[in-house]
Structure formats: structure tokens, C-alpha cells
């Protein structure tokens, strides 16, 4: 299937990213995350990148997962020079049939043997050249931007990027827009979070997922080749989505094998469908209770105890220690506790987040619903036996 058009929600960034707002940061920078498989690069190339550029916008597109044998920093700085070449090649040729080794652009002077490498120049003055030489205002948009922590080259070029911002942009024009995006909210936080991280200050936001209009036009396409399924039960469809964590790959395969001539439906494909989701569910769930039975007791309890207090969770107030005390069997200090954390966290793939003021949850929220499924019907706390 062709990807379903976000225009709205790309039509709202490139807005806020303007800094056209009235609230909000997003000029100083958006960072945005959400769940693997989401959507995420789909919407960023293939919605975000052409409304930035229908708004006058450069934009260069950078994914640091592309190939992660290579340095970040070494994958940003060539997604600028790419951008810069169509933007001067022309006037370098001229400058150099001229004979000129030396071009002016802006307040800039550049090496014309030079164009098209970033090398020499820095990250800022990259930006500056491809700002001025197009005369438009740049948007980078960085895809698992926190795959950029993993070295110091990538994590210079973050700081490089902060200051090319302040640089490039005033109170009321926004010469450089940026958007980082990422699945590992805890590790993009890195970027925010700390008085030292290059972005201090802004905040990270939840992507939407695709929502109720993807599902119409899903529903509109069946009804389109399958007339005899008119009407299609949106609803329900709407239902197996999110039991599929709004992830539309597994959505739409499951749909395609639903309406399969070969799969010898006898009722609604809605129902099938509904029951593929649920079969799913049921898989990633059994997958939850075999992680949690892998975990050592304190671990357990410290999860046992985020997953039961949701966001009123403290990890170290009396109550809790107390409660991890009674689960794990043994006294249980706050130091262990910030251990059993740690470990929760370091796990790959990782069961607990923590936020940039120190809050805890769950790295899935899919666990939520496993937890309040299975304590609703006096399942909990797991125990590796059926049932
Ligand atoms: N708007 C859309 N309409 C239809 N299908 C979509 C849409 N967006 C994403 N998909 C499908 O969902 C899958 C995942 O998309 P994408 O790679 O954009 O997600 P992601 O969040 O970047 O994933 P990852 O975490 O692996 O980087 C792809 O198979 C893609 O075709
Ligand atoms: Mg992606």
C-alpha cells in the first residue's frame, strides 16, 4: 500500500517549526518519539520533508541508523554538503571557470575545489553556506537522532548543531529549523535532559500515531475492491489497530490475509482480523511474562510496583521499599532498589524509562494492559505455569 497522507499533522510542524506559534518550542527544536514501527521515518520523508519544502524550506534528511558502521557526526556533515551542491555547484563552476579559487557567499569565504565536502568547514558555517546560498531557511531532520550519543564525533555535532541555532536564528526569524526523532525516548532524552546536554531545555514529544483517518481511507480502499464487504466495520477495525499497537505493517498483512481469496473465510474478515490482533497480543504477552520471570526478585518487585502505581510511582519513598521488602523476601535497601532500576533500564530491550526529572515507567506500554488484564482476573504476579 501506498503510505496514507499525514498532511495535517505535517501541515502543524512545519507551523510550529516556524516558530509561528503562539505557544510552544518547537523553533528551538522538535524533538519527537514513538514507538518502533510507528511510522516515524515514513512520516518524516514522506510527509514532513515535502510540506517544509512547499513552505520555502530547505531540507536535509539524515538517518544515523542508515548504516551504523559510520560515525554520525561523519553522516551528518555529508547530508549538509549533498545539500550544498546543487546549491553551488552552479556558482562554483562559474567562480572556477572564472578563475577563481576563492567565492564569497554571504560573509563566507569558501575554497571553490571544496564545495560539495564539508571538510574545512564547520558544521556551522556548513549550515550558514547552505542558508545563504539558497537563501531559504534549513531544516535538518535527524532520524534516531540518539544513535548520535553513541560517539564523541556525533555527539560534537549535536553540540555543533545547538550553536549553529543560536547562530542562525533571532527572536523573530528561524533560519534553522531542527527535528530529531527517535524510538528510544530514554536515550533522546539525553539530548535535553541534563544542564550539559546539547539541547537543555527542550522537551521531548510523543509522535501521534496514525489515528481514525487512516482507518476510514483503509476502510474506503477495502470497500473499493471487495464491493461485497460494504459497508466495512470501522470500529472494529479501528480496535485491531490499536491491538496492534497502532504499527501499520502488521496491521495491513494481517488485513491482506484476512481478504485473501486463499483464507476460506466463513464470517466477517473484521472478526478474523480482530482474532490475528489478538493472536498477536497474546505472543507479545507471553514474551512480557518470560522477560519478568528472567528478572532477578528485586527486579521483579521494583517492576511489580511501577507497573501497579503507574504515574504516581516513587522509587524510594518508605512505601515502596516496604513494598519490594514483601515481594522480594528479603529487606531491600534504596540502593538496591536504584540497582535493581539501573538494570531494568540497561536491559536490551530495555523494561523501564526514566524521565529527565528522574521518573520512572515502563519502557512498553503495552505491559500496562498485560498487568491490568492478568490482576483483573487474579493472574498476577505470573508464575510460569498455564493460565
Ligand atoms: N502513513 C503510513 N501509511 C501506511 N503504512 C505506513 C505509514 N507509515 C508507516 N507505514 C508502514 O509501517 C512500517 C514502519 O514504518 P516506518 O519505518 O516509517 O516506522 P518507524 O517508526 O520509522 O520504524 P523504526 O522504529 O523501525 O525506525 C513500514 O512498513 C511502513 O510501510
Ligand atoms: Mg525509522
Given at each position: 500500500?501506498i ?8 501541515q ?23 514507538p ?21 524550506v530547505?531540507?536535509?534528511y ?5 548504516d ?11 547530508a ?21 579559487e576563492?567565492l ?7 575554497d ?9 568547514l ?12 539558497a ?16 560517539s564523541?564525533a556525533?555527539?560534537?555535532s549535536?553540540?555543533a548543531?545547538?550553536s ?16 530529531m526523532?527517535?524510538?528510544d ?7 535535553v535532559?541534563t ?9 521531548i514529544?510523543r ?23 460494504n459497508?466495512?466495520?470501522?470500529k ?10 497502532f504499527?501499520?505493517q502488521?496491521?495491513m ?10 483464507a ?19 505472543q ?7 522477560d519478568y520471570l528472567g528478572?532477578k526478585?528485586?527486579e521483579q518487585?521494583v ?19 516496604k513494598f ?8 531491600v ?14 536491559r536490551?530491550?530495555?523494561l ?21 488484564s492478568?490482576?483483573?482476573t ?10
Amino acid at each position: 500500500m501506498i503510505a496514507f497522507p499525514r498532511t495535517a499533522l505535517a501541515q502543524e510542524l512545519v507551523t510550529a517549526l516556524q516558530g509561528k506559534m503562539l505557544l510552544g518550542d518547537a523553533h528551538n527544536g522538535l524533538f519527537l518519539a514513538a514507538p518502533r514501527r510507528t511510522g516515524k521515518s515514513t512520516f518524516l520523508q514522506g510527509d514532513l520533508r515535502p510540506a517544509l519544502e512547499a513552505a520555502g524550506v530547505v531540507v536535509v534528511y539524515v538517518d544515523l541508523w542508515a548504516d551504523t558502521r559510520r560515525d554520525p557526526g561523519g553522516l551528518i556533515a555529508e547530508a549538509i554538503a549533498r545539500a550544498l551542491e546543487p546549491q553551488l555547484g552552479l556558482v562554483a563552476r562559474t567562480a572556477r571557470k572564472a578563475g577563481l579559487e576563492k567565492l564569497k557567499v554571504g560573509g563566507l569565504e569558501v575554497d571553490t575545489s571544496k564545495i560539495g565536502k564539508v571538510d574545512g568547514l564547520t558544521l556551522t558555517e556548513a549550515l550558514r553556506l547552505l542558508h545563504e546560498s539558497a537563501r531559504k531557511p534549513v531544516a535538518l531532520i535527524i532520524d534516531e537522532a540518539q544513535h548520535a550519543l553513541t560517539s564523541e564525533a556525533g555527539e560534537a555535532s549535536m553540540t555543533a548543531l545547538k550553536s549553529a541555532r543560536d547562530q542562525l536564528n533571532q527572536p523573530d526569524t528561524v533560519n534553522l529549523m531542527l527535528v530529531m526523532s527517535g524510538s528510544d525516548r530514554d536515550k533522546l532524552l539525553r539530548l535535553v535532559n541534563t544542564a550539559g546536554a546539547p539541547f537543555y531545555g527542550s522537551q521531548i514529544q510523543r509522535m501521534p500515531h496514525l489515528g481514525l483517518d487512516f482507518i476510514a481511507h483503509v476502510a474506503r480502499l477495502i470497500e473499493t475492491q471487495r464491493p461485497d464487504l460494504n459497508p466495512v466495520d470501522q470500529k472494529a477495525l479501528q480496535n485491531a489497530f490499536e491491538v496492534f499497537g497502532f504499527r501499520p505493517q502488521f496491521f495491513m498483512a494481517a488485513l491482506g490475509q484476512v481478504l485473501s481469496p486463499l483464507a476460506a473465510l466463513t464470517g466477517r474478515f473484521e472478526v478474523a482480523l480482530l482474532e490475528a490482533a489478538q493472536q498477536q497480543q497474546v505472543q507479545d504477552e507471553a514474551q512480557m511474562e518470560s522477560d519478568y520471570l528472567g528478572l532477578k526478585p528485586t527486579e521483579q518487585a521494583v517492576l511489580w510496583r511501577m507497573l501497579e502505581q503507574g504515574p504516581r510511582y516513587r522509587p524510594y519513598d518508605a512505601e515502596a521499599l516496604k513494598f519490594y521488602g514483601d515481594k522480594a523476601h528479603h529487606p531491600v535497601s534504596v540502593a538496591q532498589a536504584q540497582k535493581a532500576l539501573e538494570s531494568l533500564r540497561q536491559r536490551m530491550p530495555a523494561l523501564v524509562w526514566k524521565s529527565a526529572r528522574g521518573e520512572y515507567a515502563v519502557e512498553d506500554a503495552a505491559m500496562h494492559r498485560w498487568f491490568g488484564s492478568r490482576s483483573a482476573t487474579g493472574r498476577w504476579p505470573p508464575t510460569g505455569q498455564a493460565g
